[in-house]
């Protein structure tokens, strides 16, 4: 039961912060991201770093993916 109460605490931040993104309001995804942070340490954070990489994951498609991966890469490169 304290699983599912920290998985929806996890998925909860996560959705605060696209939601905070898609209204382009920084201030309360960084907010989230804090409360997830010193609720939950490290280890929180990283649960919504994660949750996020999925949700995007699951609408992206494969040529999505691709360009992804190539912007990534040169980043990556130019770093």
């Not at 905070?20 to 997830?36: K, N, Q």
């Amino acid at each position: 039961m304290a699983e599912n109460s920290k998985q929806d605490r996890t998925i909860s931040y996560a959705a605060r912060v696209v939601l905070a993104l898609t209204d382009e309001d920084l201030d309360s995804a960084v907010r989230a991201l804090t409360e997830a942070s010193t609720s939950r340490g490290l280890g929180g954070l990283q649960a919504v770093a994660v949750a996020l990489g999925q949700m995007a994951a699951d609408r992206m498609t494969p040529a999505d993916a691709e360009v992804l991966a190539s912007v990534s890469l040169d980043a990556e490169a130019t770093r």
